[in-house]
């Protein structure tokens, strides 16, 4: 899909990897709607790109209607969702103080697959009411944020782990349902990225994490390393 001239939504649109993306769709022509339950932060980021801000809760289904609704209002719908908003605090199951309180374990959920589906639903529905391109005759393309912790989650890790391997396992499922529709679902999984989430820890922790990485040995990492990125429209092989 071209980006230029397309309306796009980011939640998580006010710092991390949201902005980034906010940064880079407008870059190469989008028209931004930055959604994030911090609105200041998101306007700071849409001022910067000639874009919108929205304040969303992405757990919260009448103002995630709300916020998309206002930005198709000034944009037209989108036709390009990433999904950026998440949360990550560690939490043993059994700890000091006894187990985890369920409150925190759902918190995560809510957040990080909840809040995903929440906006992907709302996008699609919009998506595929749109007339496809002319060239590709697609309608939209959705991506969502997973993490490297939905297969290798570490230790405190058990409600993050739980609610990326749930954004990574409804793709496949959503991708093929959309299909029929000309809109592409895909989900990315990143490893150690210098987010506000991970620039809150300790810097010791920080320098431990980093240090970790094969190569480069750094948070703030451009590049691409022992990762698989299917290429292959949704296809699954059958065993026969």
């Known amino acids: 899909m071209q980006i230029e001239g397309q309306a796009a939504l980011v939640t998580g649109g006010g710092s991390g990897l949201g902005a980034a993306t906010a940064h880079m769709l407008a870059q190469r022509g989008a028209r931004v709607a930055l959604l994030d339950r911090d609105l200041d932060a998101a306007r700071v980021q849409a001022k ?6 929205f304040a969303c809760d992405v757990t919260d289904a009448a103002q995630a209607e709300q ?3 206002a930005a198709r209002a000034e944009h037209g719908a989108a036709r390009i969702l ?8 560690a939490s043993r199951v059994v700890g000091r103080e006894g187990p985890m309180p369920l409150e925190e374990f759902d918190k995560v959920i809510q957040v990080n697959l909840v809040g995903t589906f929440n906006l992907l639903r ?4 919009g998506m595929t009411a749109l007339d ?8 939209g393309v959705i991506v969502n944020t997973a993490s490297v912790s939905a297969f290798e989650g570490q230790i405190g890790q058990a409600a993050y782990s739980a609610s990326k391997a749930g954004v990574a396992g409804m793709t496949l499922p959503i ?7 000309g809109v592409r679902v895909m989900t990315i999984a990143p490893g150690l990225m ?3 989430m991970l620039h809150g820890m300790p810097q010791a922790v920080q320098d431990s994490l980093g240090a970790q990485v094969p190569f480069p040995s750094r948070l703030d990492n451009p590049l691409l390393n022992g990762e698989v990125i299917r290429l292959d429209g949704a296809i699954r092989m059958q065993p026969k």
């Not at 910067?48 to 801000?53: Q, R, S, T, W």
């Not at 991708?175 to 529709?181: K, Y």
């Open 48 to 53: 910067m790109i000639d874009g919108l801000a």
């Open 67 to 69: 916020a998309v609704a």
């Open 82 to 89: 990433v999904s950026c908003a998440g949360i990550a605090p």
């Open 122 to 125: 709302l996008a699609a529905a």
């Open 132 to 139: 496809p391109e002319p060239d590709s005759g697609e309608r």
């Open 175 to 181: 991708a093929r349902e959309l299909a029929r529709f």
């Open 194 to 196: 210098g987010t506000p």
